[in-house]
Structures are given as structure tokens and as C-alpha cells.
């Protein structure tokens, strides 16, 4: 059964349990879903196309920098200003695929052009850093457009990266992990409510949401990796703790979707999590990946589930590399862990298969 029966069945459930009174226009249903599944495909197909127009756009910059433009600051910035504006009006204006993929690129390349324009005018790199984050905010509540919602998205969280780097300020990039947790969670868990707010988000919930998953895994690639974060280990458990917090929260939700109501299972469930987050107390990118991993698979999210386990892969294997253990002992840490989760396992697949029965 395909997707399109699947709500046609649904529908017809719920007018079985509402009785008459239930009234639903179904053919409008059926037509927004396909409209949101065409607006899914179409945003990857632009993500791919959006890059193949960025890397023209490089190559159009080191043509421009061959006829020397870079000598003169004030053309820099014009020519800057001119390309995010035109590529605003575009973007705004048209609806088609070349056009954003026009567009979106001229944007890119605006904001570089812009960039080096205050840079060799010897701007403080904190306000030129504030700057283009501004043009990122304007841009998102001015263009309706997924594509260049989600790059604003991306411009802002590293936009709040440059900052704390360019000031040292590195124990608040677990500020900026908490923040973007918190935001994650509260877009994947209320979505009907998003969707349905006057904020009009339809078109750009799905790159909102994807481009804040982004976000959390640079502040996580952060903790994980520290050529340019250098911060003190003993200060992590700031980050994952909140993190642990809300990942107990997911899986309490997660307990009464299975309609787990046996308060003996609910406290092996919350035992075996403890001791399965535990470790990562020090490992804010392992926990934080977990998070991604749990809310996916919460809404059926599958794009981000991937990303998901392709980080805390990387991530587990980053921390065992990292660890200032013995190699036996790293093998016993790993070999504990695997028991652990092999447990967990096996234990949701009983609890769960039992549920199923009765």
C-alpha cells in the first residue's frame, strides 16, 4: 500500500470513529501532500544544483580578482551589495529552478565579495562578522525561499561560531549547543503546530529543520575536535548534560508511542539509558548525535537519521582515538559499551515484540 492510500485509509478511520460530523475535503489533502513531496525532491535537486552554481560563481570571483577588482575596497562592496540585492529580487520574484540556482549563487558570491570588501578596508572582524549575519536574518524573514532559508540558517550558526572564536569566548560554544538542542528538539516535536502558526512556515520547515541539524553538528565537531576550540574537557558535562536531559524527555515520548505503561519496564528503560548515556557525560558530540538519531527516528525523519549515524559513528570512533588510555583499555571501555547497547537491544525487542502480542 502506497503513501497516498495510507491517508485515504486514515482519513476513513477517523470519519468511522467522528461519525457524519467528521467533514474533510480530500482531494485538497491528497494535493498538498503531493505538493510537500514534490517541494521535498525539488529541494534536493536544487541543494545539488545550488553547488554546481556556487562552484561557477568561484570560478567567476578568481576572474574577477584576475582583472583587479580586489584593488579597490569600494567596488568590492558595491559590486557586493549589487549581486545580494539582485539575487533577493530574483529569488523573491521567481519560483523555478534555474532561477534560485542563479540566484542563491550570485548570494553566496555577494557575501564573499562583500566580506573582502570590509575585510581590506580593515573592518574589525566582529563587526563584519555581525554585518553578514544581518544580511542572513533580513534575508530569512524577507525571502520566502527554502533554499536561501537554509543558508541563512547556516550563515547565522557560523556566524555565532566566528564570534566566539574571534574573542576567545570558546566556554560558550556550550551556550551554543544547548540553544541549537533545545531548537532542534522544539521544531521536530511540535511540526503540527509549526506548520499550522501564522508564521507560515510551510515551505520552510523541512530546510529550517535540516539546516539546525547542520548547526548543532558544528558546535558538537567543535568539543570533538580542538584545533580551534581550546577549551578544558572538565567543562563538557555543561553541554551534555542538558543534552541527556532531553534525550530521557525523547525517550519518555518514545515509551508512550510503544504504549509502554508496565512502570517495571519504564525503569529498566530509564536504567539501561542512564547507563548507555553515562559515558558521553564528557562527550557532548556523542550524546548530541544520539539526539539527532532519537528525534529522526521519533518523526520518521530520514534524511537526519543518516546524517545521525554517520556522525556518531564518527564521532565514537573520534572520542576512542582521543581517549589518553592504554590500547587494552580502550578495548575494554568499547567492549563494555557494546555489551550495553547489545543489551538495550535486546530488550527493547522483547518488550516491544510482548507489547505487540497482547
Do not use: C
Request: proline share 1%; net charge neutral; glycine share 6%.
Amino acid at each position: 500500500m502506497g503513501k497516498l492510500e495510507d491517508i485515504q485509509q486514515h482519513l476513513k478511520n477517523i470519519k468511522s470513529l467522528e461519525g457524519n460530523s467528521f467533514e474533510y475535503d480530500e482531494k485538497a489533502i491528497l494535493q498538498e501532500y503531493e505538493k510537500r513531496g514534490g517541494e521535498k525532491s525539488s529541494f534536493i535537486i536544487k541543494a545539488l544544483s545550488i553547488f554546481g552554481g556556487f562552484l561557477a560563481s568561484i570560478a567567476f570571483l578568481g576572474f574577477l580578482l584576475i582583472l583587479g577588482l580586489y584593488n579597490s575596497e569600494t567596488t568590492l562592496l558595491l559590486v557586493g551589495v549589487g549581486l545580494i540585492i539582485a539575487s533577493i529580487v530574483l529569488v523573491k520574484k521567481y519560483d523555478k529552478l534555474i532561477i534560485d540556482t542563479f540566484g542563491i549563487s550570485l548570494y553566496i558570491l555577494g557575501l564573499i565579495l562583500f566580506i573582502f570588501g570590509l575585510s581590506n578596508l580593515e573592518i574589525h572582524e566582529d563587526v563584519v562578522t555581525l554585518l553578514v549575519m544581518g544580511i542572513a536574518f533580513f534575508s530569512l524573514f524577507l525571502v520566502q525561499n527554502p533554499i536561501l532559508s537554509f543558508f541563512s540558517i547556516l550563515i547565522l550558526s557560523g556566524g555565532l561560531l566566528t564570534l566566539i572564536i574571534s574573542n576567545d569566548a570558546y566556554s560558550l560554544i556550550h551556550l551554543y549547543i544547548n540553544l541549537h538542542a533545545f531548537a532542534l528538539t522544539y521544531m521536530f516535536l511540535n511540526e503540527s503546530s509549526m506548520l499550522t502558526s501564522e508564521l507560515k512556515l510551510i515551505k520552510l520547515y523541512d530546510p529550517l529543520r535540516i539546516a539546525l541539524v547542520f548547526s548543532l553538528l558544528f558546535g558538537l565537531a567543535a568539543t570533538a575536535k580542538h584545533e580551534f576550540f581550546i577549551m578544558s574537557q572538565a567543562y563538557f558535562w555543561m553541554s551534555s548534560l542538558v543534552i541527556i536531559l532531553i534525550l530521557l524527555y525523547v525517550v519518555n515520548l518514545l515509551l508512550k508511542t510503544f504504549e509502554v505503561d508496565s512502570p517495571k519496564t519504564k525503569l529498566w528503560v530509564y536504567l539501561l539509558s542512564g547507563l548507555t548515556l553515562l559515558p558521553t557525560l564528557f562527550a557532548p558530540a556523542i550524546s548530541g548525535a544520539l539526539l539527532i538519531v532519537l528525534l529522526s527516528f521519533k518523526v520518521n525523519y530520514k534524511t537526519s537519521l543518516t546524517i545521525g549515524i554517520i556522525a556518531l559513528v564518527f564521532f565514537v570512533i573520534l572520542y576512542y582515538y582521543d581517549l589518553n588510555f592504554t590500547l587494552l583499555t580502550k578495548s575494554i571501555i568499547l567492549f563494555s559499551s557494546g555489551l550495553v547497547f547489545l543489551f538495550f537491544y535486546v530488550f527493547l525487542t522483547k518488550k516491544l515484540k510482548s507489547n505487540e502480542k497482547v
